[in-house]
């Protein structure tokens, strides 16, 4: 049964870069076919796609942080990455890892991120 895990720090300035590590477990990021993304929830908001690493190291952001994202992996440590610039206070969020196949089938249990100064 695949794990994930998030882990970064919980507070975060303004203008920094937020990085989140999402670790797994009993199953390969890059087996076939499956997506690795990034999802968040603002306080009292719905959830939020950030993006995705495919199992093949292709990805995919969300146009409205596109400029502002990197995913990357580390297959060593089947480990992926979310890079997010110059965070502002509307980035507070709970960000989970999920794992994607037809339906997000694996979560982890999310991370609280606060940007403020």
């Known amino acids: 049964q695949v794990q994930l895990q998030e882990s970064g720090p919980g507070l975060v300035k303004p203008s920094q870069t937020l990085t989140l590590t999402c670790s797994v477990t009993?199953?390969?990021?890059?087996?076939?076919?499956?997506?690795w993304a990034w999802i968040r929830q603002p306080p009292g908001k719905g959830l939020e796609w950030i993006g995705y690493?495919?199992?093949?190291?292709?990805?995919y952001h969300s146009p409205s942080l596109e400029s502002r994202t990197s995913l990357s992996r580390d297959t060593a440590k089947n480990q992926f990455t979310l890079q997010l610039n110059a965070a502002v206070p509307e980035d507070t969020a709970i960000y989970y890892c999920?794992?994607?196949?037809?339906?997000?089938?694996?979560w982890g249990q999310g991370t609280q991120v606060t940007v403020s100064s």
């Open positions: 999920a794992r994607l196949d037809r339906a997000y089938d694996s």
């Open positions: 009993g199953g390969s990021i890059t087996a076939n076919y499956y997506y």
């Open positions: 690493i495919r199992y093949n190291g292709l990805t």
